[in-house]
């Protein structure tokens, strides 16, 4: 028993491709940070316990302590002053037009291709 290829018919694809615009919407969010320098001169107590960085009004302020030495005839801690970090927050709405891209493609169904036709790829020569 054997087998053999019959041709019964031809496609060809045609692929289109298409650019517009769409309009692209989204709210941006951004974040500043101001550094706000609070003078303190406050001298620790002995054995008063270092001051560390910590939020304040519900994490929208981070308190960082900076500390000095001095030399008196001792050595002593001075609270020199605190960095008071604030963030603000905002929201903008954008609105842009971007190019996208779409394909589409057609099949176009043929007949076979007829073997004694001369223009045929398949014909013998």
Do not use: C, F, W
């Not at 519900?58 to 605190?82: A, F, M, W, Y």
């Amino acid at each position: 028993m054997s087998t053999r290829q019959v041709e019964a018919g031809r496609v060809r694809v045609h692929l289109r491709t298409e650019v517009g615009q769409q309009r692209l919407q989204a709210t941006l969010r951004s974040e500043a940070v101001t550094v706000e320098h609070r003078p303190i001169g406050r001298e620790l107590a002995p054995g008063e316990p270092l001051p560390v960085p910590h939020d304040e009004e519900d994490g929208r302020v981070t308190v960082i302590p900076v500390l000095e030495e001095i030399l008196v005839v001792e050595k002593r801690l001075v609270l020199r002053e605190e960095l008071r970090l604030r963030r603000t927050s905002s929201l903008e709405d954008v609105d842009h037009a971007v190019d996208v891209q779409r394909q589409h493609a057609e099949v176009e169904r043929l007949p076979p291709a007829d073997p004694q036709d001369p223009s045929n790829p398949g014909h013998p020569q």
